[in-house]
């Protein structure tokens, strides 16, 4: 059984950093494409960053780019957000997601090539 679970979220003020995480089970995790999305109240789901099997590729959405780093430990079956310099308008519900198994060196940006999703973890960040 495929999981997926989040975890690392929380209350931060403006300016502040946050790490989530999200471990995997279930399936080969070590070649798998993995990404991470969110969804603020009343928006629709933002894809942020997505990282390739081994971490040698990632790409970011230019809302995050410089604040964040996606980043991941294929022995641990954990993949990272580390958040930095948080403003207000980063405020949402963040998902992991699972791509699928590929040994490409370039990650996926589309929320419909991610086939499993986390339950996510809610970050908040006050002004």
């Known amino acids: 059984q495929v999981q997926v679970v989040e975890s690392g979220g929380g209350l931060v003020q403006a300016g502040g950093s946050l790490r989530l995480s999200c471990t995997a089970s279930?399936?080969?995790?070590?070649?798998?494409?993995m990404g991470w999305f969110r969804q603020a109240p009343g928006k629709e789901r933002e894809w942020i960053a997505c990282i390739n099997w081994n971490g040698a590729a990632t790409s970011y959405a230019d809302s995050v780019k410089g604040r964040f780093t996606i980043s991941r430990d294929n022995a641990k079956n954990t993949l990272y957000l580390q958040m930095y310099d948080l403003r207000p308008e980063d405020t949402a519900m963040y998902y992991c997601?699972?791509?699928?198994?590929?040994?490409?060196?370039?990650?996926?940006?589309?929320?419909?090539?991610?086939?499993?999703w986390g339950q996510g973890t809610q970050v908040t960040v006050s002004s």
């Open positions: 279930g399936y080969s995790f070590d070649n798998y494409r």
């Open positions: 997601a699972a791509d699928g198994p590929s040994w490409a060196d370039y990650c996926s940006t589309l929320g419909a090539d991610f086939n499993y």
